[in-house]
């Protein structure tokens, strides 16, 4: 497992400096395609996933979970807002905040959980078959409890990550790999690492209306634990003339295994871009 980590590791690293570079990797071609009417290839943005194409737009999310029954089951409910800037060509910058409410037997808790900034870029040099591709980094900052279970006050997490984006006419397909390990963890915490796969399909079903789905899978490195994945069927929607507002709804679906909680999701979003 540590020789996949390592490799993975080296992959996300090359597609990091491949993304890293667009201004040596100009678009060829004027494309309009979605929710942007700018140059370049540009992709409607996923729910659970993400866009592999920069981008300036103001995002919030409202998340619903449940899992267990009986004196076991808890509940959450979260928002969670992102701002991302594409301060060049094919490279921007965001930030996100979490807030999270946890209601259980054992009693309630809420409060902002650990917030990420993340550089994503993108190069174009496969611009004229309908690919992108690029990576970047993320950091998530202790600005969570430990005590509370919500992020964390005292680990910072690291996550490069790789991403490609495939247009296939009206069809849009996304693959995003990371892989995420924990710093400067509190006394007796042991630093946590996983790799993780997410993909997207997304078509148009009409000027207002897009079909999503998405799937994710979350593998342990550092621990004995077994991976999680999910489906997520979804819709994006387009409720006005302004196309660069819009909204979308998912419920992530996990698959379960003998021994795990039941368990549901639902995630509404928004979006305005800029």
């Not at 993304?19 to 659970?48: I, K, V």
């Not at 409890?145 to 910072?156: A, T, Y």
């Not at 006419?169 to 996304?174: D, I, K, M, P």
């Amino acid at each position: 497992m540590r020789k996949l980590a390592k490799s993975f590791t080296l992959l996300l690293g090359t597609a990091i400096l491949c993304g890293a570079l667009p201004a040596a990797l100009h678009a060829q071609e004027e494309h309009e395609h979605g929710d942007h009417e700018h140059e370049g290839l540009h992709f409607s943005h996923p729910l659970l996933n993400e866009s592999p194409s920069p981008d300036t737009k103001l995002r919030l999310d409202f998340l619903w979970g449940r899992a267990g029954d009986g004196d076991e089951r808890v509940t959450e409910h979260g928002a969670r807002l992102e701002g991302e800037y594409e301060f060049m060509e094919g490279v921007s910058f965001a930030i996100t905040v979490p807030w999270l409410r946890r209601e259980s037997a054992l009693g309630n808790v809420q409060g902002t959980g650990s917030t990420e900034l993340s550089l994503k870029g993108s190069s174009l040099r496969w611009g004229r078959q309908g690919v992108v591709v690029g990576g970047g980094f993320s950091v998530g900052l202790p600005t969570g409890s430990d005590e509370k279970g919500i992020g964390s006050s005292r680990s910072v997490e690291l996550e490069p990550f790789a991403d490609v984006g495939v247009q296939l006419g009206g069809l849009e397909l996304v693959a995003f790999g990371h892989y995420g390990a924990t710093v400067r963890n509190p006394p007796g915490v042991d630093a946590e690492r996983e790799l993780s796969l997410v993909g997207s399909a997304l078509y148009p079903v009409s000027r207002l209306a897009e079909l999503l789905m998405e799937f994710e899978t979350v593998h342990p490195v550092s621990s004995d634990e077994s991976a999680t994945t999910r489906i997520a069927p979804g819709l994006k929607l387009y409720p006005f003339t302004n196309r660069h507002i819009m909204a979308g709804v998912s419920a992530p679906i996990v698959l379960k295994r003998a021994g795990q909680p039941d368990a549901r999701e639902v995630i509404v979003s928004a979006f305005y871009h800029f």
